[in-house]
């Protein structure tokens, strides 16, 4: 009997332990860091914000991904077969989501993607892949990797960097290092962005920025020539694909009047990147 009497004893006290502990009030969790996952060398950063290491990270990405050069007009070319997509393929779909990864603030959804799967790690359909759209992510993960820390939008939508320059432009925030200008007075430097409306927001233009969420697209520039831009962006043809871009002589992506000169794009601002050097 006593022998049972002392048995029972430690088992009613964790019972109570574990009803306390259930009517114990929580704590709310700690706010996630949104740089909780960019290297030091990033964050710090130990260079600075460096224009030449912007143009060095897209170039090695571009490199990766076997340095494919797209200057077809948009959607003539023949979509590939779901096995051939380069962000499917080993060694790049892993690179896609480093870009989700370290160009997406920590916290988000977006951040478990890669270029064939989700948030649950399951393959999504190639054919499906619109809803993975990357472009943005890559663009973040260049400005993140330069040194931009907190002084750039890192987005999963191109529009919220460019909202957030035309406000800089406006004066309507402040301490971000972007800032946007019109096609036909800005002139794209390479570091730079260029960027449109795509889809629904085709017929953007600078004059209706700030526009809220739409769909869009922004290229980094890379090289500039007389007449030309090299300029790199992500989910094109499923890959980093460098394009070239004609310019007017003086180095605008526009004419006075503001006719793009670039007959396939309709491109509608320059961002331009206030770098540290």
């Known amino acids: ?12 006290f964790s019972l109570m332990l574990a009803l306390a502990a259930c009517q114990a009030p929580r704590t709310a969790s700690p706010p996630i860091d949104p740089s909780a ?23 090695a990405e571009w490199r990766a991904f076997g ?22 393929m080993p060694g790049l779909w892993q690179r896609v989501g480093i870009y989700w990864w370290l160009g997406i603030n920590a916290g988000e959804i ?15 359909p190639a054919n499906e892949d619109a809803n993975f759209a990357w472009s943005a992510a890559f663009i973040s993960f260049v400005m993140r990797m330069a040194g931009a820390a907190g002084r750039f939008p890192y987005a999963i939508a191109h529009s919220t960097y ?89 180095g605008h992506l526009a004419t006075p009047d503001g006719t793009i000169v670039d007959t396939r794009y309709p491109w509608a601002v320059v961002i331009r990147v206030l770098y540290d050097r």
């Open 1 to 12: 009997m006593i022998r049972d009497a002392i048995g029972v004893r430690p088992l009613a």
């Open 37 to 59: 996952h960019a290297p030091p060398f990033a964050t710090v950063p130990y260079e600075g914000f460096s224009r030449d290491s912007a143009i060095a990270v897209a170039l």
């Open 67 to 88: 340095q494919p050069v797209d200057d077809d007009p948009p959607d003539t070319r023949p979509i590939p077969p779901p096995d051939q997509k380069p962000e499917r």
């Open 110 to 124: 977006e951040d478990a993607w890669t270029g064939k799967h989700d948030e649950h790690g399951m393959i999504f």
């Open 162 to 250: 460019i909202n957030i320059a035309r406000e800089m432009s406006l004066g309507q925030t402040s301490n971000w290092a972007i800032t946007a200008l019109p096609p036909e007075t800005g002139v794209p430097a390479p570091g730079d962005l260029i960027c449109m409306g795509r889809s629904s927001a085709h017929s953007l233009t600078f004059a209706d920025l700030p526009a809220g969420h739409f769909p869009g697209h922004c290229d980094i520039v890379v090289q500039a020539d007389p007449g030309m831009l090299s300029v790199l962006g992500g989910n094109v043809d499923d890959a980093v694909t460098m394009k070239h871009v004609p310019i007017t002589a003086d």
